[in-house]
């Protein structure tokens, strides 16, 4: 079986080889799951198990006596394979390896191979045993099931409406598909082993979001979620995300599946549809706004034609016109704001203003709607005077437009409050609370939306104040928050502005105080009764209680009812002049101020209403508005120095040029 010319022929390590062939076969001979056979030194092949013969198709004579490298393909022997094998196992006692090897026909098997060294009692390598092991179906499914993982893998990465990417249990990105990079923008490399938190707003990462969505799929299996996320070039879009909880076979975590889903495109289309249809109930809600205030006006006009000699009637015509020009401006003006709000065209005007300039003007404007519905007020202002660089007039709108609607959302007698604060640097914070309807929590982002109202019913107006409230302060560099315990809880609104200017020493605020908004009241007496009753009308047209005494007693009388915070006598009066009264009336109402407006304008005249306790002394024709606007102010001014409408003493109060 050695062929004659083999140089082992005489190797006596051979021979002792030989010999244990006997045993060899004893022991292997009948084998089949594994091709076992014993090899010479340099690798001739000196016996055959069945095992072999099954495995590798060769009969024992056609292969004993053949190097084993027929085994091997053409590659592998010119590279030198098998000899290097032999080598190894000479060496360190054993070589193991597994790979594709032939059959007789040609076929092939995945053979997993031991070579081990046979040593001879000199301790020589006498020859080796081959053990070979036919692992084919092993690999076979190996492969099919690492082709399978392949193929699932090719198909989750190339997915690219969804981002499909894995988590492990702490949150950390291991996986990324092409979805992810398309709807994220990120690269696998640039974005694997980052926090999946990285996709969320600032504010959700504030609340705890990324956290609470791992939680619950922790306790429940999996946790859904719609909302906006982060790109990285810092855009936003709406995610609809899945995120599954993964275990393994054992119930051990091994992380989470996360998809989300890019569904920016239906959100908007959704938010077109919804704006849309806020468009048409705000268009019927103006037609029918303007229409309320246009139709006493058509009416108006024909008594006025009928009768235009009744002063009387034209006055009080003509007020109530005023007041319903007044509505309706306030509505084109609201219109005017929203084209200029819809194509960016508010821009400011800054000057630098008193802080209390512009709160006072906002109550002033808003004073008729807390009034009207009997609210309670409270103002608090910090006590140093605070200069602001602001547009003065659109910041007074915005401050308004939260008092009216903190009067507009109370239900009557409710408490409305008025609060500036300097809290830090430049920061300035206005708030605006009621105790009225409240705004549910999910309505809170929402009410600044054009055209958005509350439920139906709830609203009183076009749905534009708060987007023009909002887009004000945020040209100012500020911006708006509401805050509300829901339904029924009140409301706050907050506007925090970075406009003071200049060194805000005290940061505290002032203790509450209420300020009186109830009406002032007005005593006209005149024994020209279109004239008292005119003058009456015109005051209750600018926001006051006016009533009219046509003589001196009438007027006393009426003084001591209303407590007038203003009375204005004519002087020659019948029953009782406007001296007498002036006098009676100063005794029953020191604080209040009265004025004498007479056709006697001689200086010995103005020292008879002087000494009669007048505060002023006004000849006819006077000018009204004047007049007006020094009550205003001084009503204000006393507001401020105290909770009273009481006249200041000694203060003067410009009038007509003729006083
Ligand atoms: P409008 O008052 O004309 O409807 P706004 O933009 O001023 O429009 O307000 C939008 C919505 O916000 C209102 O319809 C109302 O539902 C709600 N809202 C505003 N202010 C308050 C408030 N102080 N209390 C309760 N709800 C309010």
């Known amino acids: 079986m050695i062929p004659e010319q083999s140089s082992e022929v005489d190797d006596p390590n051979l021979q002792w080889l030989l010999q244990r062939r006997k045993h060899f076969d004893e022991l292997v001979g009948t084998v089949e799951d594994y091709a076992i056979f014993m090899m010479t030194r340099k690798g001739l092949i000196l016996d055959w198990n069945s095992g072999a013969e099954l495995l590798k198709g060769y009969k024992p004579e056609e292969i004993v006596g053949k190097v084993f490298s027929i085994f091997y393909s053409k590659e592998e022997i010119e590279a030198k394979i098998p000899e290097e094998e032999l080598d190894v196992a000479a060496t360190h006692g054993k070589f193991a390896t597994e790979g594709w090897r ?38 076979e499914s190996l492969e099919a099931l690492r082709q399978s993982e392949e193929r699932f893998r090719l198909l989750i990465e190339s997915v690219s409406d969804y981002a499909i990417f894995m988590l492990d249990p702490a949150g950390r990105i ?11 923008g990120y690269e696998a490399e640039e974005i694997t082993g980052q926090h999946f938190s990285r996709f969320y707003t600032a504010e959700s990462i504030a609340d705890g979001m990324p956290e609470r969505l791992l939680r619950r799929a922790m306790e429940k299996g999996s946790s859904e979620d719609e909302g906006w996320r982060v790109k990285k070039n810092g855009d936003v879009f709406w995610a609809s995300v899945l995120i599954t909880l993964v275990t393994d076979d054992h119930g051990q975590h091994r992380g989470y599946v996360k998809i989300t889903r890019d569904l920016t495109e239906r959100k908007r289309t959704q938010q077109l ?51 319903q020009v007044g509505q309706m401006s306030r509505l084109i003006e609201d219109l005017v704001d929203v084209s200029r709000m819809t194509t960016g065209k508010i821009t400011l005007r800054r000057t630098t203003a008193s802080l209390t300039d512009v709160l ?27 200069e602001i660089d602001v547009d003065q007039p659109r910041l007074t709108q915005a401050v308004t437009n939260l008092l009216i609607n903190a009067a507009k959302y109370t239900p009557a007698r409710g408490q409305v409050e008025l609060i500036a604060t300097c809290t830090s640097g430049r920061i300035l914070e206005i708030t605006v609370r009621d105790n009225g309807i409240g705004i549910r929590a999910d309505r809170l982002e929402s009410i600044f939306d054009m055209f958005n109202q509350g439920d139906a019913g709830a609203s009183e107006g076009l749905g534009i104040g708060l987007t023009l409230v909002r887009t004000i302060v945020e040209l100012h560099g500020g911006n708006i928050v509401a805050r509300s315990a829901g339904e029924g809880a009140g409301s706050e609104f907050t506007l925090y502005l970075p406009v003071v200017v200049g060194s805000v ?43 009219a005494a046509y003589d001196g007693q009438q007027a006393v009388e009426i003084a001591s009812r209303l407590k ?13 002049d406007g001296i007498e009264a002036g006098i009676e009336i100063r005794k029953l109402l020191p604080g209040a101020l009265i004025v004498a407006i007479t056709g ?42 105290q909770p009273s409408l009481d006249p200041v003493a000694g203060e003067k109060i410009p009038a007509g040029p003729d006083t």
Request: net charge positive.
């Open 102 to 139: 032939l059959r007789k026909d040609g076929s092939r098997f995945w053979a997993s191979v031991t070579i081990s060294a046979i040593k001879s009692p000199t301790g020589e390598v006498a020859g080796f045993l081959k053990i070979t092991r036919d692992l084919t179906e092993r690999q």
């Open 174 to 184: 291991v996986s990324w598909n092409t979805g992810a990079k398309r709807i994220k």
């Open 273 to 323: 549809a919804q704006a849309s249809e806020r468009k048409d109930t705000f268009l019927a809600t103006l037609a029918h706004e303007l229409r309320n205030p246009l139709a006493p006006m058509a009416p108006g006009v024909e008594v006025i034609l009928k009768a235009p000699h009744d002063t009387g009637r034209v006055v009080q015509i003509a007020s109530m016109m005023r007041r």
């Open 360 to 386: 006072e003007s906002a109550m002033e404007a808003a004073r008729p709607f807390i009034e009207s519905k009997g609210h309670r007020f409270t103002l608090r202002l910090p006590p140093d005077l605070v």
């Open 505 to 547: 020493h005290g940061v505290a605020t002032e203790p509450v105080r209420p300020l009186p908004l109830q009406r002032c009241r007005v005593l006209i007496a005149d024994d020209s009764k279109t004239s008292a009753d005119t003058l009456a009308l015109f005051f209750e047209a600018e926001g006051f209680e006016a009533a």
């Open 564 to 576: 007038p915070d203003l009375v204005c006598l004519d002087i020659g009066m019948p029953v009782m």
């Open 600 to 641: 006697w304008g001689k200086e010995e005249d103005r020292k008879k209403t002087r000494e009669a306790g007048f505060d002023l002394h006004l000849v006819k024709p006077v000018e009204i508005g004047k007049l007006v606007d020094a009550v205003r102010q001084r009503a204000l001014a006393s507001t401020r120095a």
